[in-house]
């Protein structure tokens, strides 16, 4: 059974830098076929794919996100790390890890979401 589980700050100031970690238990990183991403839904809004990283760790990011994001892994820990600098309240979201298909980019494990909100 593969489990995904999110841990990380709840509250971020803005102009920081947001960090997330995707703990992964039943699976490993370097099995093909599969990638690990980082989604987000805003309030009120639909969800928002941020960046994934690759069997072979190869890094991957949404054009509107890509000049502030930065997604790596630790093989020995089985874990995947999202950094997002220069945060603003716009960055506030619930915010999910997930595995992707590399055929369809579709998500077939999803983390339960941690809540992340931007304000002073």
């Known amino acids: 059974q593969v489990q995904l589980q999110e841990a990380g700050p709840g509250l971020v100031k803005p102009s920081q830098t947001l960090s997330l970690t995707c703990t992964v238990s039943?699976?490993?990183?370097?099995?093909?076929?599969?990638?690990w991403s980082w989604i987000r839904q805003p309030p009120g809004k639909g969800l928002e794919y941020i960046g994934y990283i690759t069997y072979s760790g190869n890094s991957y990011y949404s054009p509107s996100l890509k000049s502030r994001a930065s997604i790596s892994r630790d093989t020995s820990k089985n874990q995947f790390t999202l950094q997002l600098s220069s945060v603003t309240p716009e960055d506030t979201a619930v915010y999910y890890c997930a595995r992707l298909d590399s055929n369809w980019f579709e998500a077939d494990y999803w983390g339960h979401g941690t809540q992340v909100t931007v304000s002073s």
């Open positions: 039943g699976a490993s990183f370097t099995t093909y076929f599969y990638y």
